[in-house]
């Protein structure tokens, strides 16, 4: 059994002071307030009112392991904006390019899989590449996809092998698996062309594969091309790489499919006309986002980037003749605790802990590794002591200590003082494996 977790130093003391400050002084259960309380909205239709929603449908031609993998994940059925980017012309068969615009969160990644796992399915030499701006999107893709394509064979493919001659020669052990690779700058891992079946790359890394590929005449077997976070083509420093790649797959002279995707794309039809492909784009959220600013701690509603900075401009007027005040929807009272003098962490600890209570996740930026680590500290000494917590949740966290404990590195300080209440936090000096946990 674990050790007991530390306590923060406010607990003992101040708890009840919390949920009164934090949870708009109701006992810990009641109702949230309305702020943290989701709005309600129109169900996403399900697979049983559109079969087409179903991964498993005929239509999508998805191996039945690849179907279980995906629900193994989570993922049942697909969205209908999915359903209906999936089935464009040529989409599926490969035939066509795509190029695509999503919100963050309304599941762009899914597609591109579907459509890349199709390619590299089609033969036992099929290759793709996928592209992506940061090294930690690339560790996070490559552990992903491992799980997506885990236990699936390709097998025979429609292709005999050669006999006895090449019965001679050992046959590889992972020969029909789907080997997924990772390439990025600083890696240990010094993978080849002919060691992976999906490379999961930086743009810097993706070029030089590409290069090196089309040197020693293997790009033949490369079938697709991912682009995420495309819009980085416009990027001042790194874009002309991502152009460059893109322009020397397009000018191969054999079947490759590209396929771009970003949320924040403004120049969609240009890329398309670009890629000679469909285009594709949608607004849809499976969870509505509301914006809000908290200046002063006062909670005031906007509902664009643009109102944001029309209310900043409202408060801060102190002429009598601007336009009228903004009335705020909440205000959050002042601490008494010296920690929590400064209005902007006050309130970040309180709306955290409200959320948090209310039995939804939280995600805080900040804007240091010292701020990262200080908001983790003072939002985990509000929240419900360990002993108040189910026994599950009790159970998980000392497992999650214990993991990090295990590790190389061993476990940080400040996490093992967190992670009891329920918090934690990740910077890029944590090092990569505690960062899969955290």
């Given at each position: ?27 810990v259960?009641?109702l ?8 309600a ?27 279980a993998?995906f ?12 359903k209906?980017?999936?089935?464009g012309?040529?989409?599926l ?17 899914l597609?591109?899989d579907?459509?890349m ?37 390709r ?6 092998e ?15 698996t ?15 062309w002919?060691?992976f ?28 091309v ?9 990027d ?7 152009e ?11 079947p490759?499919?590209i ?35 908290v ?35 909440r205000?959050?009272r ?84 967190t ?17 899969r946990?955290?």
């Amino acid at each position: 059994m674990a050790d007991k977790p530390k306590l923060g130093i406010w607990h003992t003391t101040t708890l009840q002071a919390a949920r009164d400050q934090y949870a708009d002084g109701a006992p810990v259960g009641a109702l949230p307030s309305e702020y943290s309380q989701r709005q309600a909205f129109a169900a996403t239709p399900t697979s049983t009112v559109d079969p087409l929603l179903s991964l498993s449908h005929p239509a999508y031609g998805l191996p039945s392991q690849l179907v279980a993998n995906f629900a193994a994940l989570g993922i049942r059925s697909i969205y209908p904006w999915q359903k209906q980017c999936l089935l464009g012309p040529g989409l599926l068969t490969g035939e066509k390019n795509l190029v695509y615009s999503a919100p963050t969160g309304g599941g762009k990644s899914l597609v591109a899989d579907i459509l890349m796992l199709k390619r590299v399915l089609e033969s036992r030499d099929a290759k793709a590449i996928l592209v992506l701006p940061y090294v930690a999107l690339v560790q996070e893709k490559v552990r992903w996809l491992r799980n997506v394509v885990s236990n699936i064979l390709r097998g025979d493919l429609g292709q005999k092998e050669q006999d006895d001659r090449r019965k001679l020669w050992a046959r590889r052990a992972d020969k029909d698996t789907i080997r997924v690779v990772g390439f990025f700058g600083g890696s240990k891992i010094k993978a080849t062309w002919a060691d992976f079946d999906i490379a999961v790359c930086t743009i810097e890394k993706a070029n030089s594969l590409v290069n090196a590929a089309i040197e020693d005449c293997s790009i033949s077997s490369l079938r697709a091309v991912i682009l995420d976070e495309c819009h980085m083509i416009d990027d001042g420093y790194r874009g002309y790489l991502l152009e460059l790649m893109t322009t020397k797959v397009l000018c191969l002279g054999q079947p490759v499919q590209i396929i771009g995707m970003s949320a924040t794309l403004t120049n969609i039809e240009l890329l398309k006309n670009w890629l000679q492909g469909h285009s594709y784009e949608t607004h849809y959220r499976p969870v509505p986002i509301d914006e809000h600013l908290v200046y002063e701690g006062k909670i005031y509603a906007a509902g664009t980037t643009a109102s944001l900075l029309k209310t900043v401009n409202q408060l801060d007027s102190r002429s009598q003749f601007s336009e009228p005040r903004v009335q705020p929807l909440r205000i959050i009272r002042p601490s008494d605790h010296k920690e929590l003098k400064d209005a902007v962490r006050n309130a970040v600890v309180a709306l955290a802990n409200e959320a948090a209570r209310a039995g939804y996740g939280v995600l805080v930026f900040s804007s240091s590794r010292a701020g990262c680590e200080s908001d983790a500290i003072l939002i985990s000494r509000v929240m419900p002591m360990f002993a108040e917590v189910d026994p599950a949740t009790q159970e998980k966290r000392l497992d999650l200590l214990g993991d990090l404990r295990s590790l190389s590195t061993g476990l940080d300080p400040k996490l093992e003082q967190t992670i009891p209440f329920g918090v934690a936090f990740h910077r890029p000096s944590i090092d990569a494996l505690a960062g899969r946990f955290c």
